[in-house]
Nanobody
C-alpha cells in the first residue's frame, strides 16, 4: 500500500508564507496528476492546485497569484508554496496523486492543518 506523507503545515499570521510537501512512500508508475485539495469543517473538499505529467497547472481562482504548485517526479514529491496567506486559507490540506490511464490508481495524504491568524 502506498502512503503519501505530508509535511509543512502549521500556524502563521496573515501575509506570511508556508510550504507544503508530500512524498509517496515508494516510486509510482507514470503519475498523471499531482494535486492539493483543502477542506474546511462542514464544507466539501475543494481543489487548490494541480499539476499534470506535462507540467500543466491548474489553480483555484482564490489562490491564483499567491500559491505555486511544483513537483519532483524522480522523488514522487509534490510541493505547494503558499504566499500572502489569508484567513480564509485556513483549512486541512490534502495531497493527491492519481493515474487515470490503466492501470489506474489514486492516493491521498493524511491531511495537514494550515491555520492563518490575524
Amino acid at each position: 500500500q502506498v502512503q503519501l506523507v505530508e509535511s509543512g503545515g502549521g500556524l502563521v499570521q496573515a501575509g506570511e508564507s508556508l510550504r507544503l510537501s508530500c512524498a509517496a512512500s515508494r516510486i509510482l508508475f507514470s503519475i498523471n496528476e499531482m494535486g492539493w485539495y483543502r477542506q474546511v469543517l462542514g464544507k466539501q473538499r475543494e481543489l487548490v492546485a494541480s499539476i499534470t505529467d506535462y507540467d500543466r497547472t491548474n489553480y483555484a481562482d482564490t489562490v491564483k497569484g499567491r500559491f505555486t504548485i511544483s513537483r519532483a517526479n524522480a522523488k514522487n514529491t509534490v510541493y505547494l508554496q503558499m504566499n500572502s496567506l489569508k484567513l480564509e486559507d485556513t483549512a486541512v490540506y490534502y495531497c493527491n496523486i492519481k493515474r487515470w490511464l490503466r492501470p489506474t490508481y489514486e492516493f491521498w495524504g493524511q491531511g495537514s492543518q494550515v491555520t492563518v491568524s490575524s
